[in-house]
């Protein structure tokens, strides 16, 4: 079977961070249904670890929150907008 777009960018990333190639063909075919429930068990933790980040930052106070947001736009001079 196809792999899933998921498993597609996952070994994408993968490669691109210096992960050795694998051998053509595939020893452990996974069939579409087993595929699908890696998938969904991916999103579950992906959606585990995002409430955790909410539950985080919502339990800053204030002035923190905006101590950590300043923070983080200094250090990525790349995600503020840019003037046309």
């Not at 498993?7 to 087993?34: D, S, V, W």
């Not at 595929?35 to 991916?42: G, I, P, S, V, Y």
């Not at 992906?46 to 204030?62: F, M």
Request: with cysteine; net charge positive.
């Amino acid at each position: 079977t196809l792999p899933t777009a998921l498993a597609k960018k996952i070994r994408t990333i993968e490669l691109k961070a210096g992960a050795p190639r694998k051998p053509h063909g595939n020893r452990y075919t996974l069939t579409r249904e087993q595929r699908r429930a890696e998938d969904k068990l991916t999103a579950q933790h992906a959606q585990a670890a995002y409430e955790r980040t909410v539950a985080d930052w919502r339990s800053l106070s204030s002035p923190m929150r905006r101590f950590v947001f300043e923070f983080s736009e200094r250090r990525s001079p790349s995600r503020r907008r840019r003037a046309c």
